[in-house]
């Protein structure tokens, strides 16, 4: 059974820097593109990044894409995203998603699995 669970979320003043992490495990190595999306309070869930199995292709939500970065640290069973200039607008609960294909997709109901969620909460 595949887990994500998310970690490195948190407080912090508006311009500063988080790094969430994902940490996946798998029962069996298999490609998968990961994913990272937030739902805010009282909004709909929406795509934050996401790359594929090999790290060589990557998409980005337009807003974000200066100040965030997707990337897979130590072996391929760790996501991270790295958030720089964070901004009030940018509270929300962060969701780490893979899918049992190899590409990434800005979709939700592309992804397979989901991890609980990690809050993240940037004040002014």
């Known amino acids: 059974q595949v887990q994500l669970v998310e970690s490195g979320g948190g407080l912090v003043q508006a311009g500063g820097s988080l790094k969430l992490s994902c940490l996946t495990s798998?029962?069996?190595?298999?490609?998968?593109?990961t994913a990272w999306f937030r739902q805010a309070p009282g909004k709909e869930r929406e795509f934050v990044a996401a790359?594929?199995?090999?790290?060589?292709?990557?998409i980005y939500e337009v807003s974000m894409k200066d100040r965030f970065t997707i990337s897979r640290e130590g072996g391929k069973s760790t996501v991270d995203l790295q958030m720089n200039s964070l901004k009030p607008e940018d509270t929300a609960v962060y969701y780490c998603?893979?899918?049992?294909?190899?590409?990434?997709?800005?979709?939700?109901?592309?992804?397979?699995?989901w991890g609980q969620g990690t809050q993240v909460t940037v004040s002014s």
């Open positions: 798998v029962p069996t190595v298999s490609p998968g593109a």
């Open positions: 998603a893979r899918r049992n294909v190899p590409m990434p997709s800005m979709a939700q109901d592309a992804y397979n699995y």
């Open positions: 790359m594929d199995w090999d790290g060589q292709n990557f």
